[in-house]
């Protein structure tokens, strides 16, 4: 079975809204985990990554949060824009090599 | 555009038959990943190659094989395709063998066996 996975397969968020993506891994042991845009036809595009010993990271409109307790992820997007439209996905890195990837939440943002 | 480019684009093929697949990694990365994404089993790591050396292998089928060239070029061999196989396949390149590396994916081939 999977290791990573999204509670939502679909959100749909209004322009300048903010958005909110989660995930849930089981595997305690997973030390690195990266957040990938996908966009239709095109390859996964690194997006955010956080290591274990970190409880949050900030990028530019991008924040994402790892609560290990819980094991859980989240991606946050501020003031979303029609062009932030994709899957996004969660993955984690296990054994340091392959990342694990969920099934992907896809987000609309309407105008 | 991440750098790292994949050939080719599109490939058709019949049950059967075998094709190989090629990913040319960013410049100085030495890790090659390859990856299938299908829509009912999503992003699934195939294999992980370091400077030539297989490093990691995951859910790849025996009838699919991979290589890093000295180049550090990598092919993924598939063979008695089925209809299965029919997906995506990425690859990704890192700079390093492993640990808290981000891969940079190519465009992929899309694969689809009739």
């Known amino acids: 079975g999977e290791s990573v996975g999204l509670h939502l397969p679909t959100l749909s968020v209004q322009e300048g809204d903010n958005s909110i993506i989660n995930c849930a891994y089981s595997?305690?042991?997973?030390?690195?985990f990266i957040w990938y845009k996908q966009e239709s036809g095109k390859g996964p595009q690194f997006i955010i990554d956080?290591?274990?010993?970190?409880d949050k990271r900030q990028g530019q409109r991008v924040t994402v949060l790892l609560n290990k307790t819980v094991k859980h992820l989240s991606l946050q997007i501020a003031a979303t824009q029609p062009g932030d439209s994709a899957v996004y996905f969660c993955?984690?890195?296990?054994?340091?090599?392959?990342?694990?990837f969920g099934k992907g939440t896809t987000l609309s943002v309407s105008s | 555009d991440s750098g790292v480019t994949q050939t080719p684009k599109h490939l058709i093929t019949a049950t059967g038959q075998r094709v190989t697949l090629r990913c040319s990694p960013r410049?100085?990365?030495?890790?090659v990943y390859w990856y299938q994404q299908s829509l009912d089993q999503g992003l699934q790591f195939l294999i992980h190659?370091?400077?030539?050396?297989?490093?990691a292998k995951g859910n790849i089928l025996e009838r699919f094989s991979a290589q890093q060239f000295p180049d550090l070029h990598s092919e993924l061999n598939l063979s008695s395709l089925e209809l299965g196989d029919s997906a995506l396949y990425f690859c990704?390149?890192?700079?390093?063998?492993?640990?808290?590396?981000?891969?940079?994916f190519g465009p992929g081939t899309r694969l689809t066996v009739l």
């Open positions: 990704a390149s890192s700079p390093a063998g492993g640990g808290y590396n981000e891969q940079f």
């Open positions: 595997n305690s042991a997973s030390d690195y």
């Open positions: 956080i290591r274990s010993n970190m």
């Open positions: 993955a984690e890195n296990q054994a340091g090599t392959a990342l694990i």
């Open positions: 410049s100085g990365d030495l890790s």
């Open positions: 190659y370091y400077n030539g050396e297989e490093r």
